[in-house]
């Protein structure tokens, strides 16, 4: 079982839904990083958190710490908001590393 | 500011064939990682550094080596490339006080071995 597990896999929605993708972890964690992958390939460090909420324009970032579980959660989507969307835990430890989730495919329809 | 930069953005190689990734930074950032990202499997690690002259092993660093002469740039290198090397390639580097700050990638190298 991986320490990080994003769902869903994939997700299609129209424009203008609340998206939500979730990320569990299994471990300790100091803190969790959201990226989004774009359809080019770059990637893009979204959010770190370690714990309550974070906004940016229309993406919000949760994290509940004891529950070890965070959602990535879009408002008004709009379709250049397809993107892979990756979520990271930094392992707490002596030698913090980060271990990644699988990605969630998002497209999003006009 | 270039930000992460990556050379080249395509190889295609011979199976034990070597090469050089290239990757640089102007952010004088301390902190830089190489990933590797294959179908169906999550970012890995591969080598990191936290400043130059200082490197370590990630996830999966056999068949690589790096080096960081300077804070700028990170390459690494692959020793006798294989089949199983074929994946996309991204460097990237941290800002901030920890080495796993907010990263900021390069756009990647996609590198098939044949």
């Known amino acids: 079982k ?17 998206i939500t993708i979730n990320c569990s972890y299994s471990v300790g ?25 974070k906004k940016h324009g229309r993406l919000i970032a949760t994290i509940n710490i004891q ?34 989730g699988k990605g969630t495919k998002l497209t999003v329809n006009p | ?8 953005k395509f190889q295609v190689l011979k199976t ?3 090469m050089t990734l290239q990757c640089a930074q102007d952010m004088n950032h301390e902190y830089m990682s190489w990933y590797r990202q294959d179908p169906g499997m999550g970012l890995r690690l591969i080598h990191y550094s936290v400043g130059a002259g200082i490197t370590d092993q990630g996830e999966v660093p056999n068949g690589y080596n790096v080096s960081r002469s300077t ?4 390459p690494l290198r692959l020793l006798s490339a294989a089949p199983s090397q074929t994946s996309v390639y991204f460097c990237a580097s941290s800002s901030g006080a920890g080495q796993w700050e907010t990263q900021y990638f390069g756009p990647g190298t996609r590198l098939l071995v044949l």
């Open chain 2, 1 to 8: 500011n270039a930000g992460v930069t990556q050379t080249p």
């Open chain 2, 16 to 18: 034990g064939q070597s």
């Open chain 1, 67 to 100: 529950e070890k579980h965070s959602s990535l959660h879009i408002t008004a989507s709009h379709p250049r908001d397809s993107a892979v969307y990756i979520c990271a835990a930094r392992i707490q430890g002596g030698s913090e590393k980060l271990v990644f």
């Open chain 1, 2 to 18: 991986n320490e990080v597990e994003q769902s869903p896999q994939n997700l299609t929605a129209q424009e203008g839904e609340f």
């Open chain 2, 71 to 74: 804070t700028e740039d990170f």
């Open chain 1, 29 to 53: 964690i100091s803190a969790l990083h959201w990226l989004q992958q774009h359809p080019g390939g770059g990637i893009v460090s979204l959010f770190m958190l370690s714990s309550g909420k």
